[in-house]
Structure formats: C-alpha cells, structure tokens
C-alpha cells in the first residue's frame, strides 16, 4: 500500500478529542477562527483550532496552528500573531516536521502519528495571562453556530476533496486485503494437501503395523527391529545352492536338445 498523506483534518479531529469527552473536561472547540468580523482592507488572523476551556477561575484558550506541509511552515509568518488570543498556542504536525527548537521556548509543538492516528506533546506549551478578546468572541458567537458547516475543514471544497482522498485510500485497503486474502487462501489449500499425504502415509503405516503385530510385533521398537532384521536377511545357503544347482540343469537340458536337432538334421 502507498503511504497515508496526512492531512489536516485527520490531526484536527485528535486534537478535539484531546478537548471533547473525556472524564471532568469538555471544553469548547472551534476550527477557523478568526480573530474579529471581517470587512474589506482588513487583515485577518484565522486560528486552525482554538479549545476553550470551561473556567471562570482560570480560563484558558489554547490555539493550534496545523502544519502538513514543510513549505507551507517555512513561509507562513503570520502565525506570532496568534499568540496574544491565546493563553496556550501549539503547532500541530505529522512527526517530524517541525522541530522543538524551531519555536519559541513558550511556544509549543504536537507531533501526529499517521500509522496510529495518534498525537503525541513533544513540548508542552507554556500558560501566558493574557487580556481575551471582546472581538474573537463575538465573531465565536455569530459565526461559528452555522448548521451547515463542516467540522474540521475550511470549506466544502476541502471537505469534498477529503472526502475523495478517504475513497481512494479504501480501494487501496481493498486491494491490499484482497491479495492478503487470496494468499491465505492459498496457503490453507496447501496446508490441507499435505493433510491429505500425511493421512495416507498414515494409513499405509497402519497396514504395516497390522501385518507385524499379526508376527508377534506389538511396539513401535520391536517394529523397527523387525523390519531391520527383515531387510538385512539374505537367502538361506541351503536355498541358494538349490536354485543355482536349477540353472545348471536347465542349461544341460538346453545343449542336449541343441546336439538332437543337429543330429537330426
């Protein structure tokens, strides 16, 4: 199979259950939020996620900047800007694509496993008080309620175009576990084959052990002794004297009737 691309909604979505559902934390978490309406003229920051935490003792917002492409990291120099929303701010990336001294030291860094869609902190982002912004959290409010919104991507196209990549990844799964498969196959039917040989390998043996048992042979010792002494026996002497002692006869017997047709004729 070809190598997963990692994409951003696939580390989005474990970040939010970094934030969502788990035992005594449920805050709230947003994808694309900006930091204020929009207007013409007007230069918006658009944080990837932000997470806010349920507290009115220590409030905290934690906002993430989602990085899949190397380049894209390298000439993205808007990002300081994010920091002053955010009591916490991370950089989330698949493993190894930005490195901890890359970053400011308050700044921290998530590293996503793509083999087992997991995330991992490789620094943990240092907390900052900071004065939380009237005008981010109402454009929370009006905007980010919308019904029809894809959770995780920046717009319908990015969520189609995720949508065709997922396709293509089943079908690749699905060739891979058709082979997996027919290989299995394959090798079961073997397996059974030679089964099927030991069987009657055994059922031959089972004849040979019936015939010794009926000669007295009743162990699985005294049946290799018996055979043993079966094929390292040779032909009486006795026997073999008479048998050759019938080869000269019949030569005899064969000059004799030779000499009567040469006489006769």
């Not at 259950?17 to 230069?43: I, M, Y």
């Not at 799964?173 to 290989?183: D, F, P, S």
Request: proline share 4%; glycine share 4%.
């Amino acid at each position: 199979m070809s190598k997963q691309k990692v994409r951003a909604d696939m580390i989005l979505r474990q970040l939010r259950k970094r934030h969502v559902g788990k035992a005594n934390l449920d805050d709230v978490f947003l994808t694309e939020v900006k930091n204020g309406r929009s207007w013409v003229g007007r230069n918006l920051l658009i944080l990837d996620a932000l997470a806010i935490r349920k507290s009115w003792v220590k409030p905290c917002f934690t906002g993430y900047e989602v990085k899949v492409d190397r380049g894209d990291f390298m000439r993205d120099h808007k990002w300081p800007g994010y920091v002053q929303y955010c009591h916490q701010f991370y950089f989330a990336c698949p493993t190894g694509l930005i490195q901890p001294e890359e970053l400011p030291n308050e700044v921290g860094l998530i590293w996503y496993n793509p083999e087992k869609d997991s995330l991992y902190t490789k620094r943990k982002a240092l907390y900052r008080p900071i004065e939380i912004s009237t005008e981010m959290l109402m454009y929370i409010v009006m905007s980010k309620m919308d019904s029809d919104r894809h959770p995780f991507f920046s717009d319908k196209r990015e969520f189609f175009e995720a949508m065709r990549e997922d396709k293509k990844d089943r079908k690749e799964l699905g060739y891979y576990v058709a082979r997996e498969t027919r290989e299995l196959i394959n090798s079961l039917r073997a397996d059974k084959r030679r089964m099927e040989r030991l069987e009657t390998q055994g059922e031959v043996l089972q004849e040979i052990k019936n015939v010794l048992n009926e000669h007295g042979v009743n162990t699985y010792r005294d049946m290799a002794e018996a055979l043993d002494k079966a094929l390292n026996t040779g032909i009486p002497p006795e026997i073999l004297s008479k048998v050759n002692r019938m080869g000269e006869l019949a030569a005899e017997i064969d000059n004799l009737i030779q000499v009567k047709k040469a006489v006769n004729e």
